[in-house]
């Protein structure tokens, strides 16, 4: 089994240095493709109605929040772990 480089000074230089690929914006300077994002506050605050309203605008590919230009539908993983399943789909209907 090959062993690990070893990170030295030099590679981690050559490596901030080195062109990078920069991630596209899904929403005009809001958020990056390719990220995950964990919201918390306290209870009744509203970030289920919030992060639900995003996931379906993003992944229909409308503006996000009727404001922020989303440049095409989207894959959109979105993990709710505080209701039950039934509750979610009652609110995507209404929305």
């Not at 920069?22 to 919030?50: H, N, P, V, Y």
């Not at 993003?58 to 996000?64: D, I, N």
């Not at 929040?65 to 399943?85: N, T």
């Amino acid at each position: 089994m090959p062993l690990a480089t070893p990170l030295t000074g030099q590679l981690l230089q050559d490596t901030v240095n080195s062109p990078q690929e920069k991630r596209k914006f899904m929403a005009e300077g809001f958020i990056k493709e390719k990220t995950c994002i964990i919201i918390c506050a306290d209870g009744g605050t509203g970030k289920s109605t919030i992060s639900l309203q995003a996931a379906l605008q993003f992944s229909c590919g409308v503006p996000l929040f009727g404001a922020l230009e989303v440049e095409r539908p989207y894959k959109v993983y979105y993990i709710q772990k505080e209701r039950a399943a039934a509750e979610i789909y009652e609110r995507i209907e209404l929305m």
